[in-house]
């Protein structure tokens, strides 16, 4: 029995190139030097600048002390999942992602 390669005796379909990973590496680079090569400016709003500032000055977003309570809750088993909750607020969400593009 012979073993051919299809994509190249059909017709209509052509013989695809495919990149190695030495290929997709140097287009990687090529890329990156491209885009380094480049410079654009780029301003903050107010808010942004604000979040920015606040985030930078050492107040945390989370309560670490509450995420490793509910990290040692997963890994023991009692970690308990309130699905009518969760349901509730993507509800909530959603009615809200809604009514704000009416304004």
């Known amino acids: 029995m012979k073993i051919t390669d299809s994509l190249n005796t059909s017709p209509g379909l052509g013989a695809t190139s495919f990149k190695t990973r030495a290929g997709k590496a140097s287009e990687k680079e090529s890329v990156e030097n491209t885009s380094t090569a480049s410079s654009d400016n780029v301003t903050l709003s107010a808010e942004a600048q604000a979040r920015a500032t606040h985030a930078s000055g050492g107040d945390q977003v989370f309560d670490s002390k509450k995420v490793e309570e509910i990290k040692a809750a997963i890994a023991s088993g009692r970690f308990q999942i309130n699905a009518g ?12 992602l809604i009514s704000s593009r009416k304004d």
């Open 85 to 96: 909750r969760i349901a509730d607020g993507l509800i909530d969400t959603v009615k809200n």
